[in-house]
């Protein structure tokens, strides 16, 4: 981890941290949200230094994960929405376009960019992480053609840093916010 910039309601899972959001994340309880997480509160952001650069590739080459669950049978999920940005060197930054849901329950309909609506199946158990099967919202490098200083995103040089802005509609203390589980990159 590199930096955690809490926003209001923050603190749930902040004492582990940066443990709490670094190797697998703990999903596959589609009722009910892990609690192996850190809540960046509103508004709230963190930033993590990858083990090894993420290229891109076929598909998605990034999954960030949250945790959502599915309410009352689904399609719909309690989700905290957050905005993902990427780095090469941790100064300049491109960020995937996001268009949070305005309500915590909505169905992830899979077009609005944002992390933390993806139920997760993956944990350190199944080997589902960095899968499109292992569930969490998955990023795809190719899709960044600009930084969000307007000059050109390089994708090929390899992302090593991945900043995760809250942009949820609510919460309370101490669990408000997007909650960050893990971040992984694609399995290929």
Excluded: H
Aim: charged share 15%; with cysteine; aromatic share 6%.
């Amino acid at each position: 981890m590199v930096a955690f910039d809490p926003g209001d309601g923050a603190g749930f899972g902040a004492e582990g941290l940066p443990d709490v959001v670094l190797g697998p994340p703990d999903g596959g309880k589609t009722t009910q949200g892990a609690l192996d997480v850190v809540s960046l509160g509103l508004g709230g952001t963190i930033t993590v230094a990858l083990g090894c650069p993420v290229d891109d590739g076929p598909g998605p080459d990034l999954f960030v994960y949250e945790n959502p669950f599915v309410v009352a049978g689904g399609p719909r999920v309690f989700a905290d929405p957050a905005a993902v940005a990427v780095s090469v060197d941790g100064e300049a930054w491109a960020t995937f376009p996001c268009v949070p849901p305005s309500t915590a329950v909505a169905e992830d309909d899979g077009v609005d960019g944002c992390a933390g609506l993806a139920p997760v199946a993956a944990n350190a158990d199944n080997g589902l992480t960095g899968t499109p099967a292992g569930g969490g919202d998955a990023f795809d490098l190719a899709t960044l053609n600009v930084a969000d200083d307007g000059s050109a995103f390089v994708v090929g040089e390899g992302v090593r840093f991945v900043r995760v802005t809250d942009r949820g509609p609510g919460g309370a203390a101490p669990n408000a916010g997007f909650d960050l589980d893990a971040i992984a990159s694609a399995v290929r």
